[in-house]
C-alpha cells in the first residue's frame, strides 16, 4: 500500500517532555519509515475518503460521523506531507475505536463499555466525534432562506431584506446581527474531490469509468450495463482524461418523521466513477444541499444556486494530486444526467406537473376532469342525454 498524502502522527506527550519519557509511553507513534509501523487510528489517513460519501441526514447516527467528517476535510497544500497533531491523553485510542465503529455494527453501548474497560480516560462518543469534527473542519456552508421555503436568498435575491413572493422578513427582528431566520445547508463537493484523490487505493478505484468505456466488450458491443453506454455520454466528449468523474445528480423531497407532516428536499451526487454494486451504498453518496421543510420549496432554482455556480467550477477544471501516480491534474467533473421523482422534476423544469391536463412530459395525452385530473387508461364514455 502506497503511502497517504495525509499521515497523521497522534501524539499525547508534550514536546517539552524528555525523548526517553516519550519512548516510554504507551501511546507512542512510530515513525512512518520505521519497521512495525502501525499508526493509530490508520484508516484515517489511508482511507478515510473511501468511507467519506456519508450524508449528514442522521445526525444522530454516530456511526457515520466518521465518515461524514473525513469526507470533508478542508484543501491542504500538496506539499504537507505531515500533520503532527498533538492530542490529549485517551483521545489517540478513542478515535481508533470511533474509526473501528464506523466500519462495523458497534452500539454506542459496546464503544462505552470498551473505552472504559482498555482506557483509563473513558474518552466519550461525544467527545471523541466533537474531537474528529475539529479536526477534519466540517463546515457546511448556511444560506438564508424564506421561513416559507419560497426561496433561497440567492443570485439576484441575495441582496433582499424580505421575501419576494410573501413579504417575510429575512432576519431576527430581535437580533442587533443580521441573523437569517431560516437556513439551509450546502455542501461543497470540491474538497471531498481533492481528498479522494490524494488517496492512492480511492484514486485507483475511481478510474473504473475509464476502465469500462475503454474495455474490448464496451468497444465492440452494443449493450447497456451502465450510464457510460447511452449516447448521450458517447457524443458529449466531456471525459478527455481518464480521471475526470462523471456525477450523476437527484432531487427529491424525503419525510424526516412518521407523521409525514414535514418533508425536507435533498440534492444528491452518485459518483459514477465508482463501480456501480458500489456507488449508491450510503457511504459513497454525495450531499449537495439540505434544503429544510416543512414547506416544499417555492422558486427551486434559487435553492440549488451555489451547486450549480460548483458545478461550473468543476467542469472548468481544479487541481487536485493523484495519490496513486503522485502527480498533478487538472479534475474535471461534469454531470450525465438529473434523475427524481415527477413533483420534483417539474419543480426542477419549471414545468406544471403530473396534475395538469397535459402532465406528460414525453406525449402529448390530455387528462381529464373527473373531481380531478386523471388520464384514462380507455376513452371516456360518451354522456347519455
Not at 47 to 74: G, I, M, P, R, Y
Not at 103 to 124: D, K, L
Request: one cysteine or more; charged letters at 25%; aromatic letters at 10%.
Amino acid at each position: 500500500m502506497q503511502k497517504s498524502k495525509f499521515s497523521f502522527n497522534f501524539n499525547t506527550k508534550d514536546n517539552n517532555e524528555d525523548e526517553q519519557d516519550q519512548k516510554s509511553s504507551d501511546t507512542e507513534i512510530l515513525d512512518s519509515e520505521s519497521p512495525g509501523y502501525e499508526p493509530i487510528f490508520q484508516e484515517f489517513s489511508d482511507n478515510s475518503a473511501s468511507d467519506c460519501k456519508n450524508s449528514e441526514l442522521s445526525t444522530d447516527d454516530s456511526n457515520s460521523v466518521l465518515s461524514t467528517s473525513t469526507q470533508n476535510e478542508s484543501n491542504q497544500d500538496s506539499e504537507n506531507e505531515n500533520a503532527n497533531i498533538q492530542l490529549p491523553p485517551g483521545f489517540p485510542e478513542a478515535l481508533r475505536l470511533l474509526e473501528i465503529k464506523s466500519h462495523s455494527n458497534m452500539t454506542n453501548n459496546m464503544y462505552r463499555e470498551i473505552i472504559e474497560a482498555f482506557s483509563e480516560q473513558h474518552v466519550s462518543l461525544y467527545h471523541a466525534t466533537n474531537k474528529l469534527v475539529s479536526l477534519v473542519s466540517i463546515d457546511p456552508v448556511w444560506i438564508d432562506c424564506c421561513v416559507k421555503s419560497c426561496c433561497a436568498f440567492t443570485g439576484n435575491l441575495k441582496n433582499l431584506q424580505e421575501c419576494p413572493t410573501c413579504g417575510e422578513k429575512r432576519y431576527k427582528s430581535n437580533s442587533n446581527d443580521q441573523i437569517g431566520r431560516k437556513k439551509m445547508a450546502y455542501f461543497p463537493l470540491k474538497d471531498r474531490f481533492v481528498i479522494q484523490y490524494q488517496n492512492s487505493s480511492r484514486s485507483l478505484e475511481l478510474q473504473y469509468r475509464n476502465n469500462y468505456t475503454t474495455s474490448q466488450e464496451y468497444l465492440q458491443y452494443r449493450s447497456y450495463g451502465d450510464v457510460f453506454d447511452g449516447g448521450r455520454y458517447q457524443e458529449e466528449g466531456h471525459f478527455m482524461d481518464y480521471r475526470d468523474i462523471a456525477l450523476i445528480a437527484s432531487l427529491d423531497g424525503y419525510n424526516i418523521f412518521k407523521q409525514k407532516t414535514d418533508d425536507c428536499w435533498i440534492i444528491l451526487f452518485i459518483n459514477a466513477n465508482i463501480p456501480p454494486e458500489n456507488r449508491v451504498k450510503r457511504n459513497n453518496l454525495l450531499i449537495g444541499a439540505l434544503i429544510p421543510g416543512p414547506s416544499a420549496p417555492g422558486d427551486l432554482n434559487s435553492f440549488p444556486y451555489l451547486v450549480i455556480e460548483e458545478l461550473k467550477e468543476l467542469e472548468h477544471g481544479i487541481r487536485c494530486h493523484d495519490g496513486y501516480t503522485n502527480q498533478d491534474f487538472i479534475l474535471h467533473c461534469s454531470v450525465v444526467s438529473w434523475s427524481g421523482d415527477t413533483p420534483a422534476l417539474a419543480k426542477l423544469m419549471c414545468t406544471t406537473g403530473h396534475n395538469s391536463y397535459q402532465g406528460c412530459q414525453y406525449c402529448d395525452l390530455r387528462g381529464i376532469w373527473e373531481n380531478h385530473v386523471y388520464f384514462p387508461i380507455k376513452p371516456p364514455k360518451a354522456k347519455q342525454e
